[in-house]
């Protein structure tokens, strides 16, 4: 059924028509639009034998999903940004309990300085919390992939995070094909849990593990990430059958990755999330001035698709991953995946470090990063837009003076003195 909505919106009716048994609720910008529509649609009856449950944190709204994900209820939230980070501790708790917790993390930095703004920096300090990651491209993607998310999560009794770029793409409005009630039920059956706690069969969760076992039970997880990488694609064509269209909408999307014009491409941009759509403007635009370019859309991060990236990159000469977070010290967080991926083969990998804080990625920044690639004047780790201005009148600031202040202060009279 094609609306014209808000993605925001269309995440909730997508996520009602799952039927979760249990919603935990506490807002945060840029996710409280969506926990207000379901809230809507529960107190209007439209899911049936669903509990809305209002906490008074994050922290409090994993815990009530653990709790319930743990009786056998499908279950499900939603967060952002320092929300995600106040739940870390029973974060690692779903997906050490093996919980099939569906959540959506509308993408925004982390502070300080406070910034309420789109990046990646959330999700992806949490890449190793043992939770499945799928990024959307656009609302489309982001309703399809809440279906997905709750079949893979089922299937592996794993958690599974949906990552939807915030304000981007939350409080974006477009088409989108929302799923009928009738196929969902078809795609997604009633939920039977791999375990449950039963008071006919009493047993302790959680319970302390020692050094006799905890590396088997780690060990675990990684195996069931690897049987997600294995089953996502399968999950897809079957929604294709169902739903007759690709997810996302995408021709070739197989739940893994997307890809678009790497045909014989000498540059290929590697993202994740909102930015791609730009990306696909421009590489419109310069392939049709000659330039050979395309674009690799990573959908599951986590569990990371090496064979499916070193497929598609395995004969591209140079690669640019374009991420909007990074590792302070190091670098590129996405680029050491992709350069696993593609160890033993000889390509040039750059990082392109963009659109921090909501900072835009325009398509000049984009042509300029594809630009320079061709050029072989790309480094290996470079800050798209950086103001090397303003950052040399911060650094000769410390140089100079002791006491020279908070950072983020100074940058912004640095800016209005201007």
Same mark, same amino acid.
């Given at each position: 059924?094609?609306?014209?909505?808000?993605?925001?919106? /269309?995440? @909730?009716?997508?996520?009602?028509?799952?039927?979760?048994?249990?919603?935990?609720?506490?807002?945060?910008?840029?996710?409280?639009?969506?926990?207000?529509?379901?809230?809507?649609?529960?107190?209007?009856?439209?899911?049936?034998?669903?509990?809305?449950?209002?906490?008074?944190?994050?922290?409090? &709204?994993?815990?009530?999903?653990? #709790?319930?994900? @743990?009786?056998?209820?499908?279950?499900? %939230?939603?967060?952002?940004?320092?929300?995600?980070?106040?739940?870390?501790?029973?974060?690692?708790? *779903?997906?050490?309990?093996?919980?099939?917790?569906?959540?959506?993390?509308?993408?925004?930095?982390?502070?300080?300085?406070?910034?309420?703004?789109?990046?990646?920096?959330?999700?992806?300090?949490?890449?190793?919390?043992?939770?499945?990651?799928?990024? /959307?491209?656009?609302?489309?993607? *982001?309703?399809?992939?809440?279906?997905?998310?709750?079949?893979?999560?089922?299937?592996?009794?794993?958690?599974?995070?949906?990552?939807?770029?915030?304000?981007?793409? %939350?409080?974006?409005? $477009?088409?989108?094909?929302?799923?009928?009630?009738? *196929?969902?039920?078809?795609?997604?059956?009633?939920?039977?849990?791999?375990?449950?706690?039963?008071?006919?069969?009493?047993?302790?969760?959680?319970?302390?593990? #020692?050094?006799?076992?905890?590396?088997?039970?780690?060990?675990?997880?990684?195996?069931?990430?690897?049987?997600?990488?294995?089953?996502?694609?399968?999950?897809?064509?079957?929604? $294709?059958?169902? !739903?007759?269209?690709? *997810?996302?909408?995408?021709?070739?999307?197989?739940?893994?990755?997307?890809?678009?014009?790497?045909?014989? /491409?000498?540059?290929?941009?590697?993202?994740?999330?909102?930015?791609?759509?730009?990306?696909?403007?421009?590489?419109?635009?310069?392939?049709?001035?000659?330039?050979?370019?395309?674009?690799? #859309?990573?959908?599951?991060?986590?569990?990371?698709?090496?064979?499916?990236?070193?497929? /598609?990159?395995?004969?591209?000469?140079?690669?640019?991953?374009?991420?909007?977070? !990074?590792?302070?010290?190091?670098?590129?967080?996405?680029?050491?995946?992709?350069?696993? @991926?593609?160890?033993?083969?000889?390509?040039?990998?750059?990082?392109?470090?963009?659109?921090? #804080?909501?900072?835009?990625?325009?398509?000049?920044?984009?042509?300029?990063?594809?630009?320079?690639?061709?050029?072989?004047?790309?480094?290996?780790?470079?800050?798209?837009?950086?103001?090397?201005?303003?950052?040399?009148?911060?650094?000769?600031?410390?140089?100079?003076?002791?006491?020279?202040?908070?950072? &983020?202060?100074?940058?912004?009279?640095?800016?209005?003195?201007?």
């Amino acid at each position: 059924m094609l609306r014209q909505i808000e993605g925001s919106r /269309a995440v @909730a009716e997508t996520v009602a028509a799952c039927r979760p048994a249990v919603i935990c609720a506490y807002p945060i910008s840029p996710q409280t639009h969506i926990v207000e529509a379901l809230d809507e649609i529960v107190r209007l009856g439209e899911i049936k034998n669903c509990e809305f449950v209002n906490v008074e944190s994050e922290f409090s &709204a994993m815990s009530v999903a653990i #709790g319930a994900s @743990a009786t056998g209820a499908r279950a499900y %939230t939603a967060t952002a940004s320092q929300g995600l980070l106040f739940m870390v501790e029973p974060l690692y708790n *779903a997906s050490g309990l093996g919980l099939p917790i569906v959540m959506t993390v509308a993408n925004r930095a982390i502070g300080a300085p406070i910034n309420i703004w789109n990046d990646h920096s959330d999700a992806m300090s949490q890449r190793d919390s043992g939770w499945i990651q799928l990024y /959307a491209q656009d609302n489309q993607s *982001a309703s399809d992939l809440h279906m997905l998310a709750f079949r893979i999560a089922e299937e592996v009794s794993l958690p599974v995070m949906v990552c939807m770029d915030g304000f981007v793409l %939350t409080h974006a409005m $477009e088409r989108i094909d929302l799923p009928e009630q009738e *196929a969902v039920d078809k795609f997604l059956p009633s939920y039977v849990p791999r375990q449950i706690l039963d008071p006919n069969d009493p047993m302790s969760i959680g319970a302390m593990v #020692g050094p006799e076992a905890f590396t088997e039970v780690r060990y675990l997880g990684h195996v069931k990430q690897l049987q997600a990488l294995e089953l996502i694609p399968g999950i897809a064509n079957e929604f $294709e059958e169902i !739903f007759g269209r690709r *997810a996302a909408g995408e021709h070739d999307a197989d739940g893994l990755v997307t890809t678009y014009r790497i045909e014989g /491409a000498q540059v290929v941009l590697v993202a994740l999330g909102s930015v791609i759509g730009t990306m696909k403007v421009v590489i419109d635009e310069m392939r049709e001035m000659g330039s050979k370019v395309g674009v690799l #859309g990573i959908t599951s991060f986590r569990p990371f698709p090496l064979d499916a990236v070193r497929n /598609a990159l395995g004969k591209v000469p140079k690669v640019v991953v374009v991420e909007r977070a !990074f590792a302070p010290g190091i670098g590129g967080i996405v680029s050491s995946n992709v350069r696993t @991926a593609l160890s033993n083969i000889p390509v040039s990998i750059a990082t392109a470090v963009a659109g921090l #804080g909501g900072r835009p990625i325009t398509r000049d920044s984009i042509r300029g990063i594809i630009e320079r690639a061709f050029d072989d004047t790309l480094p290996e780790l470079t800050f798209v837009d950086l103001d090397v201005e303003l950052i040399n009148r911060e650094l000769e600031r410390h140089r100079e003076q002791r006491r020279s202040g908070p950072m &983020a202060e100074n940058l912004l009279r640095d800016l209005g003195s201007r």
